[in-house]
């Protein structure tokens, strides 16, 4: 079997990075991507989420971001993955589901799918979160004879017109989705954990990159990474302002428990509902990676910049910090070198014991 000097999972905004950065320097990899078609978790999501809602589009490194600024992220994105892909033949292979990552003979190691597998002396982790959307439990939920969904599976808030929705989460996800919905909901009810944070200063760069450095201080740790912007804090947009007129924000605590028609506030009293949207966050793909044993006492994975301290072989981009897109291109240019440092250190003795 081929040995190639690393693989890539996952072929997001991380990846592509990383592959580029790979080709530049000469590393032989191939990039293994989950999906049949270019765009990473972009391509997955709601019709109505545009370029303007996400503040445009990181450029990949190497060339200039998209110039539009209108147009559905879904599209836009995965068009400008697939051109990139294309101009500088990233060696992408796709559709490849990772089901596990563990050792082989000689210090290598091996990538599964299925029933194919590769050999690499490195490996470069790009899986992100959009596959594992995480839901509580909570006494109840199977009572429920609404809907219940999660933002993997929000597809626009035509679905919600007229209808009475609960908003579960304090995140930018629930105040953006509330943003749609309230407009043409009969009416929607926000309930957090925690009061949500406000954020009354101008989002600055200084304010981003202390932001980021909070995220990074976590992960070297090994804590399980926060969100960026459990950091920063929220804001509203303009689009966002008939949602706060009609009261949308008015956060409440979490309720009790869910009952068949709705759910029991902390008061005793019954929210009707006809729809529960859970935008509690989603925690990061990385599953396949338990075979290397890389989880920390502290419950993540402990990392020095994007190396995996219990297995430098392993690099770890779009995970913690580097799960904005910005930070992904940095990341991807991080392990890149992290990965040449390593072939570079330990090539002479994989070639004496081959």
């Keep these: 079997m081929e040995v190639l000097d690393s693989v890539v999972v996952g072929a997001g905004q991380a990846g592509l990075s990383t592959s580029y950065h790979l080709q530049r320097r000469g590393i032989d990899h191939v990039v293994l991507d989950a999906d049949a078609a270019p765009g990473g978790a972009w391509q997955h999501r709601w019709d109505s989420l545009t370029v303007r809602d996400v503040h445009g589009i990181a450029a990949l490194p190497g060339v200039a971001a998209p110039t539009l600024d209108e147009g559905r992220a879904n599209e836009v994105v995965p068009a400008y993955f697939a051109d990139y892909e294309r101009r500088f033949g990233l060696p992408v292979v796709r559709p490849v589901r990772v089901d596990a990552v563990g050792e082989a003979e000689d210090g290598?190691?091996?990538v599964r799918a299925g029933d194919r597998a590769w050999r690499t002396r490195t490996l470069v982790n790009a899986t992100g979160t959009w596959s594992r959307p995480f839901v509580p439990a909570y006494p109840g939920?199977?009572?429920?004879?609404?809907?219940?969904?999660?933002t993997h599976e929000y597809d626009g808030p035509a679905a919600?017109?007229?209808q009475r929705v609960v908003v579960v989460g304090g995140g930018a996800s629930a105040v953006q989705l509330l943003g749609e919905i309230a407009p043409v909901a009969a009416d929607t009810l926000w309930v957090t954990r925690k009061p949500p944070v406000w954020r009354t200063d101008d989002f600055t760069p200084d304010v981003g990159r202390a932001a980021v450095a909070l995220v990074e201080e976590r992960v070297r740790r090994g804590l399980p990474p926060a969100s960026v912007v459990s950091v920063t804090g929220l804001a509203l947009r303009e689009q966002e302002r008939e949602a706060e007129r009609l009261g949308a924000y008015e956060r409440r605590g979490m309720f009790t428990r869910i009952e068949p028609d709705g759910v029991r506030l902390p008061d005793g009293t019954l929210w009707a509902a006809d729809a529960i949207l859970w935008a509690t966050g989603f925690r990061p793909a990385v599953g396949h990676l338990a075979p290397l044993h890389l989880t920390s006492r502290f419950g993540g994975i402990q990392l020095d910049g994007t190396t995996a301290v219990a297995d430098p072989r392993v690099q770890l981009v779009g995970?913690?910090?580097s799960a904005s897109t910005i930070g992904a291109n940095r990341a991807g240019r991080v392990a890149a070198r992290g990965v040449a440092a390593w072939l570079d250190a330990h090539r002479p003795s994989m070639a004496s014991s081959a």
Excluded: V
């Excluded at 939920?141 to 219940?148: E, L």
């Design 141 to 150: 939920a199977a009572t429920f004879r609404g809907r219940q969904l999660h």
């Design 319 to 321: 995970y913690g910090p």
């Design 160 to 162: 919600f017109r007229g």
């Design 108 to 110: 290598l190691l091996e």
